[in-house]
Structures are given as structure tokens and as C-alpha cells.
């Protein structure tokens, strides 16, 4: 193995002459008072490493000896991530004493004595590549496969295989060759470098269907496919955070991996409180059983941020190898960028916008690629849809992590400063925002076949009718409320309602905070009703007073459980206020 020796130390950043080969990405351990120390070579110039220290080394000197590993940064896979709480090099949090990291100190991501009941899926003689199952145990209500190593080259054949049964991690489950002649034992777990895609699928398939977040200025007016992509971005306080655990909290699918990225350690602490008591909403469990933590905040080392939403990332490709649904977030994709900038700002390398490094664009377009639905080989299909928060300093969406998101991510939620400071909730602009789901054929006609006929009309509707609002708004508020043809103040009041009764949402509301597609497309339908219907009004105070009853009515329906009585009380007192024909809730 090869060997080297500090030569210089610029805070986290070591620069190490080595005395042999060593590769890109490769990692070391420094000595420090019997501790090893974990760093990453981030850049190789001759006989000189630069390698980013992922722990805190206060005390390293010039001169202290580091060991490489010849190995790359590499997460553990296998029964048991889920539910846990990791940190950016997939430690377990919870098998530490004290919540957070000592320098040195290590805590192996699974427990490779904890037992698991596993069933072979094959007999002897079969033939296998790379992610196809052999085998299959049960984690909390997941199948959790049991596949032929990532890294596995070529076809094996099983030679052995363990009969179904209860056994530890760690054991030996099947013995494979292959036709060189080589064999060897598989255990229930597998090695994978985190910075390297999972690519044993057959094929990614174009996004066609609606992952349902819950919420309805994101499902009905911009929804994101199921492995699509979306990016949030926000001003410090506008939602970034509570709109993503909203999500995690809604959404149905099978695997939710929630990276914490840099952001502050008591929202993190915050959401390990509240995460093991709630209900998963699709199933009726925890909602902890199908979801895994991966956190590095803001008081643990720069650099393990980098590896955190890669950690995150590999194991969302595992579970979807298995054939899974798997939701990943990542808060905030901005701290990745920031200790990317630190990086490369220390290293001296010719600096791009914002002194972010040259190679930004092309790291984060790498990182949004790796999401999406796939095929495997047997014909089984798993996605990861990716939503990432990015927080642009003072709000400028110029800025070179939003503009470089931008131009991979598939779908634009934008937090509005304006809408975050008024209170109206999710703050998501409804007009500035984008789904680019909503001009694929497929998508279209999914929505067409499992929502309604003319879904996207009805949406597009509302959207006009939300830019006529703030236009005529404009006009009111240039010219006055007296000098203004009625129909402006009508219009206005007509984008108010869609605003606070249909897109406005409270996140905090057990009934309100999850709406699902049916009921969000009675919703609309009943608002766009209203706003179809010819009123009369005496003068502008009537149309306000108009609206603001109906506004509460609707506010009122989206508190009351779907269908219940009291949501039906408010209906029918709707109907009353316009005569609307009754439509069947
Ligand atoms: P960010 O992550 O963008 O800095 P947060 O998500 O922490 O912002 O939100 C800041 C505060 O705004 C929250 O503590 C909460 O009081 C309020 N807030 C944000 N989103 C909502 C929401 N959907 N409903 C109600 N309050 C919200
Ligand atoms: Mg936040």
C-alpha cells in the first residue's frame, strides 16, 4: 500500500507527498495519537495528494504519517438502513455515545450480528450478473433483495445457497464462480463507492407519472414525475426546510432518504424527535420504518457534506435497484456547493463565478442524472425522484448553484420572499414556478386517465386566472379602488380565492397538510366553478365581502376530513351562497 507524509496544512485541506500510486477519490487515514483520521484525495499532482480531511485535525503537523487505503469512499449495503441515522460517512448516530462525532471514532453503518429471515429466491445452478437477486429478507415492511454485488463482473453461478432461515449479516448466504474459475462467499452486504452511479439497470425510462406530494400548488399546478428531478430555492426563512419535511412526511413511496446538508444541527435534532412518531400516511406504520436520516450539519467538518448527499444518493440507487419507489431530499444543496468552493478555493485552482469551482455546472448536473425510473433486467421498475433545496445568498436566483440547478432540474419551485413574509404558505410562487413534466405526452395523458380528461386545461385555467389577478392588482393599487372598472377588483378577488383555497396550505394542519389527487381536483374544479359564475356586484367593498365568505368557507372544507360531514356542511353552504348546481363530493 502506499504510503506519504504531511507536507502542508491548510485547515481540512492536507497536501501529502506520497511514495507510490495512488487514484482520484482514493482514501487515506492520517495518525493522530492512535486515532486515524479519514481524509479523501480530491486532486493527485505527481507525487503530490491533496486530500480533504473529513474530521476535524486541530494538532496535525508536517510530517505525520498517512496511510492510503487504496480503496475509494464506500458506503455498506445491505438489510438494516433503513430507520437509522447516519452521518455523512454513514456512521451510525444512534451507536455513538453522545449525538455527535468524536474525531477518529467510527461506528460501523450496519450491524452485520443482527439477524435477518432470509429467503433464497434461486437454486444452485443459477446464473447471475450484477444486482440480479438471489435472495430476500424482510426490513420492517419492505422486501429488501439480496443481490449479486454491484461490482460483480460478468455472469456467476450460484453454487451454494443458504436454505431459508434466520442468520446474522455477516453470514455467508451463497457461494458463486464464474467461468474463469474464480468463486467467492457473499455475506447479506455490499460495498459501493458512493461517487460512482449504480447503472445495472437496462434502461431509464422517461418520466410519466405524478408523485404525489400531497400538496396542491406542487401536484395540480406544477406536479414532479415519479424520478423526476425538482430543485426549491429560497431565501433564508422562506420554507425551504419545512416544505421538505412536509413532503417527506405526504408522499408514498416506499424509501425516503432525507439529507441534512450543512443546515443547522437542532432542525436536524428536531426532525429525529419528531420522525419515529409519525404515521407513514400511505401505510399506516411509522414513518420511520421506510426512512433513513443521513445528516451533516452545520458544526460537523465542511467536507463530509459532500460525501453526505452521496451517501444519500447510492443508497436511494440500491433500494431502487431492488425494485422500489425510493424518495430522496437533500437540504441544502447549496452547503454541498459552498464546501466544493472552500475545497477548491484552498487548492488554489483557477476559480469560475463566485469563485465556486469551473467544474460546478457539471458536478451537480452529474448528481440530478442519477435519479429517474428505471428497468432492471427481470422487468421489475424502481425510481428516485430527487427534490434539493438550494439557498441562494440574499435570494439572487442569478447566483451560480441555483443558475447550474436550473439547467438540470426538471421542475422549479420557487420560494417567494414576498409570499414568505405575508405568510401565505407554502411561499412557492404558483406563476414563476415550472414543471417541464407538464409537456411530455406521457405525463399528459396520465393526468388525463387518473385525475381527469382535461386536467391540464382546468390548471391552465387557473393560472390565468392567478396572472389576470395580479395584473389587476396592479391597476387597483396604481389608479385606486374607486377608479377601476369593477371587473378588476372581481378579478383580483377571484385570484385571491384560488390563492388562499387552493394553493395556500397548512403544513402544520394534520387534515389540511396532505390533500390527495382526488380531493385537489375537487377542489379546483369547485374554485374554478366559482370563478366561472357570473356574480353582480353593487360596488368594490361587495366584491371583497363576496369573496372573503367564500374564501373562508373553502379554508373551513380544507380543515375537514374529505367527505365528512362537516366538509359536506360547507359544500352545500357554498352551493347556497352561488347556487351552484351540487356536484358529489
Ligand atoms: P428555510 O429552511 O428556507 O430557512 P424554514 O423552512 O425553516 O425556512 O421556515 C422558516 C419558518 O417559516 C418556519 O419556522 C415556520 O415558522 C414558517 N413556515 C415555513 N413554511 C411554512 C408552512 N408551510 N406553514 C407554516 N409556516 C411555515
Ligand atoms: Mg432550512
Given at each position: 500500500?502506499?504510503?506519504?507524509?504531511?507536507?502542508?496544512?491548510?485547515?481540512?485541506?492536507?497536501?501529502?507527498?506520497?511514495?507510490?500510486?495512488?487514484r482520484q477519490?482514493?482514501?487515506?487515514?492520517?495518525?493522530?495519537?492512535?486515532?486515524?483520521?479519514?481524509?479523501?484525495?480530491?486532486?493527485?499532482?505527481?507525487?503530490?495528494a491533496?486530500?480533504?480531511?473529513?474530521?476535524?485535525?486541530?494538532?496535525?503537523?508536517?510530517?505525520?504519517?498517512?496511510?492510503?487505503?487504496?480503496?475509494?469512499?464506500?458506503?455498506?449495503?445491505?438489510?438494516?438502513?433503513?430507520?437509522?441515522?447516519?452521518?455523512?460517512l454513514?456512521?451510525?448516530?444512534?451507536?455513538?455515545?453522545?449525538?455527535?462525532?468524536?474525531?477518529?471514532?467510527?461506528?460501523?453503518?450496519?450491524?452485520?450480528?443482527?439477524?435477518?429471515?432470509?429467503?433464497?429466491?434461486?437454486?444452485?445452478?443459477?446464473?447471475?450478473?450484477?444486482?440480479?437477486?438471489?435472495?430476500?429478507?424482510?426490513?420492517?415492511?419492505?422486501?429488501h433483495?439480496?443481490?449479486?454485488?454491484?461490482?460483480?463482473?460478468?455472469?456467476?453461478?450460484?453454487?451454494?445457497?443458504?436454505?431459508?432461515?434466520?442468520?446474522?449479516?455477516?453470514?455467508?448466504?451463497?457461494?458463486?464462480?464464474?467461468?474463469?474459475?474464480?468463486?467467492?462467499?457473499?455475506?447479506?452486504?455490499?460495498?459501493?463507492?458512493?461517487?460512482?452511479?449504480?447503472?445495472?439497470?437496462?434502461?431509464?425510462?422517461?418520466?410519466?407519472?405524478?408523485?404525489?406530494?400531497?400538496?396542491?400548488?406542487?401536484?395540480s399546478?406544477?406536479?414532479?414525475?415519479?424520478g423526476?428531478?425538482?430543485?426549491?430555492?429560497?431565501?433564508?426563512?422562506?420554507?425551504?426546510?419545512?416544505?421538505?419535511?412536509?413532503?417527506?412526511?405526504?408522499?408514498?413511496?416506499?424509501?425516503?432518504?432525507?439529507?441534512?446538508?450543512?443546515?443547522?444541527?437542532?432542525?436536524?435534532?428536531?426532525?429525529?424527535?419528531?420522525?419515529?412518531?409519525?404515521?407513514?400516511l400511505?401505510?399506516?406504520?411509522?414513518?420511520?420504518d421506510?426512512?433513513?436520516?443521513?445528516?451533516?450539519?452545520?458544526?460537523?467538518?465542511?467536507?463530509?457534506?459532500?460525501?453526505?448527499?452521496?451517501?444519500?444518493?447510492?443508497?436511494?440507487?440500491?433500494?431502487?435497484?431492488?425494485?422500489?419507489?425510493?424518495?430522496?431530499?437533500?437540504?441544502?444543496?447549496?452547503?454541498?456547493?459552498?464546501?466544493?468552493?472552500?475545497?477548491?478555493?484552498?487548492?488554489?485552482?483557477?476559480?469560475?463565478?463566485?469563485?465556486?469551482?469551473?467544474?460546478?455546472?457539471?458536478?451537480?448536473?452529474?448528481?440530478?442524472?442519477?435519479?429517474g425510473?428505471?428497468?432492471?433486467?427481470?422487468g421489475?421498475?424502481?425510481?428516485?425522484?430527487?427534490?434539493?433545496t438550494?439557498?441562494?445568498?440574499?435570494?439572487?436566483?442569478?447566483?451560480?448553484?441555483?443558475?447550474?440547478?436550473?439547467?438540470?432540474?426538471?421542475?422549479?419551485?420557487?420560494?417567494?420572499?414576498?409570499r414568505?413574509d405575508?405568510?401565505?404558505?407554502?411561499a412557492?410562487d404558483?406563476?414563476?414556478?415550472?414543471?417541464?413534466?407538464?409537456?411530455?405526452?406521457?405525463?399528459?395523458?396520465?393526468?388525463?386517465?387518473?385525475?381527469e380528461?382535461?386536467?391540464?386545461?382546468?390548471?391552465?385555467?387557473?393560472?390565468?386566472?392567478?396572472?389576470?389577478g395580479?395584473?389587476?392588482?396592479?391597476?387597483?393599487?396604481?389608479?385606486?379602488?374607486?377608479?377601476?372598472?369593477?371587473?378588476?377588483?372581481?378579478?383580483?378577488?377571484?385570484?385571491?380565492?384560488?390563492?388562499?383555497?387552493?394553493?395556500?396550505q397548512d403544513?402544520?394542519?394534520?387534515?389540511?397538510?396532505?390533500?390527495?389527487?382526488?380531493?385537489q381536483?375537487?377542489?379546483?374544479?369547485?374554485?374554478?366553478?366559482?370563478?366561472?359564475?357570473?356574480?353582480?356586484?353593487?360596488?368594490?367593498?361587495?366584491?371583497?365581502?363576496?369573496?372573503k365568505?367564500?374564501?373562508?368557507?373553502?379554508?373551513?372544507?380544507?380543515?375537514?376530513?374529505?367527505?365528512?360531514?362537516?366538509?359536506?356542511?360547507?359544500?352545500?353552504?357554498?352551493?347556497?351562497?352561488?347556487?351552484?348546481?351540487?356536484?358529489?363530493?
Amino acid at each position: 500500500m502506499t504510503k506519504g507524509k504531511i507536507t502542508a496544512i491548510l485547515s481540512n485541506l492536507l497536501q501529502v507527498e506520497v511514495d507510490g500510486p495512488i487514484r482520484q477519490n482514493e482514501i487515506c487515514y492520517v495518525l493522530k495519537a492512535g486515532e486515524e483520521l479519514m481524509a479523501e484525495v480530491i486532486k493527485i499532482n505527481g507525487n503530490i495528494a491533496f486530500a480533504q480531511l473529513f474530521e476535524a485535525g486541530s494538532g496535525l503537523k508536517a510530517g505525520d504519517p498517512v496511510r492510503f487505503s487504496g480503496e475509494l469512499l464506500e458506503v455498506s449495503l445491505g438489510p438494516g438502513l433503513l430507520s437509522k441515522n447516519f452521518d455523512g460517512l454513514q456512521n451510525d448516530l444512534e451507536a455513538m455515545p453522545g449525538s455527535f462525532i468524536q474525531a477518529g471514532q467510527r461506528t460501523p453503518a450496519l450491524d452485520l450480528d443482527e439477524e435477518y429471515e432470509f429467503t433464497p429466491l434461486v437454486e444452485p445452478g443459477a446464473v447471475l450478473e450484477a444486482g440480479d437477486a438471489f435472495g430476500e429478507v424482510p426490513e420492517n415492511a419492505l422486501k429488501h433483495a439480496i443481490m449479486l454485488p454491484f461490482k460483480f463482473e460478468g455472469k456467476w453461478e450460484i453454487i451454494e445457497i443458504a436454505p431459508a432461515g434466520t442468520y446474522p449479516l455477516k453470514h455467508i448466504v451463497a457461494k458463486v464462480k464464474n467461468d474463469k474459475g474464480e468463486s467467492r462467499e457473499l455475506s447479506m452486504v455490499q460495498k459501493w463507492p458512493v461517487k460512482w452511479p449504480i447503472k445495472n439497470y437496462l434502461r431509464k425510462e422517461r418520466p410519466a407519472e405524478i408523485f404525489r406530494t400531497g400538496l396542491r400548488v406542487i401536484d395540480s399546478l406544477n406536479p414532479i414525475a415519479e424520478g423526476g428531478t425538482a430543485y426549491i430555492p429560497g431565501a433564508f426563512g422562506t420554507g425551504k426546510t419545512v416544505l421538505q419535511q412536509a413532503i417527506a412526511k405526504n408522499n408514498r413511496a416506499e424509501v425516503v432518504i432525507l439529507v441534512a446538508c450543512g443546515e443547522r444541527a437542532n432542525e436536524v435534532v428536531e426532525i429525529f424527535h419528531s420522525f419515529p412518531e409519525l404515521e407513514d400516511l400511505a401505510t399506516g406504520r411509522k414513518l420511520k420504518d421506510k426512512t433513513t436520516i443521513v445528516c451533516n450539519t452545520s458544526n460537523m467538518p465542511v467536507a463530509a457534506r459532500e460525501a453526505s448527499v452521496y451517501v444519500g444518493m447510492t443508497m436511494a440507487e440500491y433500494y431502487r435497484s431492488m425494485g422500489h419507489k425510493v424518495l430522496l431530499l437533500a437540504d441544502s444543496t447549496s452547503r454541498w456547493a459552498q464546501a466544493l468552493r472552500e475545497m477548491s478555493n484552498r487548492m488554489e485552482e483557477l476559480p469560475g463565478t463566485d469563485a465556486f469551482p469551473v467544474e460546478l455546472p457539471a458536478v451537480i448536473a452529474n448528481f440530478y442524472g442519477r435519479a429517474g425510473k428505471v428497468e432492471m433486467r427481470n422487468g421489475t421498475k424502481g425510481s428516485v425522484t430527487f427534490l434539493g433545496t438550494v439557498s441562494p445568498a440574499g435570494g439572487n436566483f442569478k447566483e451560480p448553484v441555483t443558475e447550474s440547478t436550473s439547467k438540470v432540474a426538471r421542475c422549479f419551485y420557487a420560494l417567494s420572499q414576498k409570499r414568505a413574509d405575508a405568510k401565505r404558505y407554502p411561499a412557492i410562487d404558483p406563476l414563476q414556478s415550472y414543471s417541464r413534466y407538464l409537456d411530455y405526452e406521457e405525463f399528459q395523458a396520465f393526468a388525463a386517465k387518473n385525475i381527469e380528461s382535461d386536467w391540464i386545461e382546468k390548471v391552465n385555467r387557473a393560472k390565468n386566472l392567478l396572472s389576470k389577478g395580479i395584473e389587476a392588482r396592479d391597476q387597483i393599487s396604481i389608479l385606486g379602488d374607486d377608479s377601476v372598472p369593477l371587473d378588476y377588483h372581481r378579478d383580483f378577488w377571484k385570484s385571491e380565492l384560488i390563492d388562499f383555497a387552493f394553493i395556500q396550505q397548512d403544513s402544520f394542519d394534520d387534515t389540511d397538510m396532505n390533500s390527495s389527487l382526488e380531493r385537489q381536483s375537487f377542489m379546483l374544479n369547485r374554485v374554478l366553478d366559482i370563478c366561472d359564475k357570473p356574480q353582480e356586484f353593487e360596488d368594490f367593498s361587495a366584491v371583497s365581502a363576496f369573496y372573503k365568505k367564500v374564501i373562508n368557507l373553502f379554508k373551513q372544507m380544507n380543515y375537514s376530513d374529505f367527505e365528512s360531514d362537516d366538509f359536506q356542511k360547507f359544500n352545500t353552504e357554498l352551493e347556497a351562497l352561488f347556487n351552484l348546481q351540487s356536484t358529489e363530493a
